[in-house]
């Protein structure tokens, strides 16, 4: 299956540091996690319009196509409070 996983670079809203986190983006469009450094909630809202990929599993013997969506994201993903109303 294709990896989804991906390394993204990550703005703390609190304390502006840069960080890199293990995010799946073909999971869910709104994640939240935590900033290494201040330990804030951080809220990440996947930004602009989700892709579809197909993918094939090779070698399998009972190799299906797979859609699966993927979001493309930033260079840096912004976070935002998660105690703040949208
Ligand atoms: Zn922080």
């Not at 890199?20 to 996947?46: N, Q, R, S, V, W």
């Not at 197909?54 to 699966?68: C, D, L, N, W």
């Amino acid at each position: 299956m294709e990896n989804t996983m991906k390394r993204q670079k990550i703005e703390c809203w609190q304390c502006k540091r840069i960080f890199t986190l293990l995010i799946d983006t073909a999971g869910e469009p709104t994640l939240t996690k935590a900033c290494p450094y201040c330990h804030a909630p951080l809220k990440l809202a996947f930004g602009g319009e989700p892709q579809n990929i197909i993918t094939v599993m090779r070698g399998a013997a009972k190799s299906q196509p797979q859609e699966i969506t993927v979001y493309q994201l930033p260079e840096i993903l912004e976070s935002s409070d998660p105690s703040l109303p949208q």
